[in-house]
């Protein structure tokens, strides 16, 4: 079974530009989340999509948004990107949700500049 | 508010050492566990879990719901455990909160 999938693999952006982000969960999965991760953060949760539903939302500023397909993809897009939006992000695919063994993706890394 | 603590941003023990990664909660109801792991240049990962009570790679969790822990153990680190350890209690209707992460470095 193919794993989880992030493109792209590295972007750098400048102050201001806006960015997307996909994800393309295991095959069967319908539960997408997105995750991130930082040195001094760690791991934060940003949303969870299941069935094209946004189902739960951590704490970030509306500039971050998702949304999930009919083939449970998802795509994440921040938009007027800041200097600490720097990051990891990773999503993770579930059969029901994050209540159930999340399968990470190897992550976005996106520098901005 | 709902908070998961792992108290060790870094821990160091040497090879053939007893390791224990501390993982507390403050939820709820009762969470489902999860220990993820993440070593160098790869994905993170599932450890294990509780509801399956498993070893996985010499580890095991006790789940201490009177303390609210859930705490990570192996008797004996090998080189190869070195890695970034994150707990996961997940509940069926609250945010996702992982823990900080603990970086375990295992000496030779």
């Known amino acids: 079974k193919a794993g989880v999938t992030q493109t792209p693999r590295y972007l750098i952006k400048t102050r201001g530009q806006q960015v997307t982000l996909s994800c393309s969960p295991i095959s069967g999965h319908r539960s997408v989340s997105w995750y991130q991760q930082t040195p001094g953060q760690g791991l934060q949760f940003l949303f969870e999509y299941f069935s094209e539903t946004q189902r739960n939302k951590g704490n970030f500023p509306g500039r971050f948004s998702g949304r999930q397909f009919s083939n449970s993809r998802s795509e994440m897009n921040v938009s007027t990107l800041e200097l600490g939006d720097s990051a990891l992000y990773l999503c993770?695919?579930?059969?029901?949700?994050?209540?159930?063994?999340?399968?990470f993706g190897p992550g976005t890394r996106l520098l901005v500049l | 508010a709902q908070r998961v603590t792992q108290p060790e941003k870094l821990l160091s023990v040497f090879k053939g050492a007893p390791v224990e990664l501390k993982c507390n909660y403050s939820?709820?109801?009762?969470?489902?566990l999860f220990w993820y792991v993440q070593y160098s240049r790869q994905r993170l990962q599932l450890l294990l879990r509780h509801i399956s009570r498993e070893s996985i790679k010499g580890f095991t969790a006790d789940l201490n719901k009177g303390e609210t822990s859930f705490h990570l153990k192996k008797p004996f680190a090998q080189e190869e455990d070195s890695a970034m350890y994150y707990c996961d209690p997940e509940t069926s209707y609250d945010k996702v909160i992982f823990g900080p992460g603990t970086s375990l470095s295992v000496i030779p």
């Open positions: 939820y709820s109801g009762s969470p489902e």
């Open positions: 993770a695919s579930s059969f029901g949700g994050p209540q159930e063994t999340q399968y």
